[in-house]
């Protein structure tokens, strides 16, 4: 037999490399990751999401809302709109002299309702005479030179004007003084 086997030839590394090599090896990987941490930061994740999703839906639902009332106000104002032209008639029925009492007052009563119905829902009529000129608000079709009103000043007024809160919903034609 052949004895020349058993022993390590110098060209043959020795047993002890091997197990070197595996102490390195595991004092180089990581230590396993713990499954709670893992856990952890999957429910943080999640409970981030579900913050982040009831945060979009509720600035949804406002901004619907929003949209809501403004269509609401805005379908109301174009109602209020049409009538108007039944509120100028009045006025102008009211403005005329009659001799009949009775169709006098039947005018003013139904003038007052129309008021009322137009107050109940937040229209206020606006340009009168004497009142500051706002281009915002008001119409200027003429102007006029008059030494005894102020400048910017409505002198007359040709169709009141009504807005339902910021929202103007006919602006008042006039006359202004220069």
Known sequence: MDETK???SPEEPLEEAPQQEAQEAAVQEPAAPDP???LKA???AEHD?????AAEYDNFRKRTQKERESLYNDAKADTIGKFLPVFDNLQRAMAQETADEAYKKGVEMTMQGFQSILDAMNVTVYGAAGEAFDPAFHNAVMHVDDESLAENTIAEVFQTGFRMGDKVIRHAMVKVAN
């Open 6 to 8: 058993n022993t390590p």
């Open 36 to 38: 709670l941490e893992e």
């Open 42 to 44: 999957q429910l943080a």
């Open 49 to 53: 999401s579900f913050l982040r999703l």
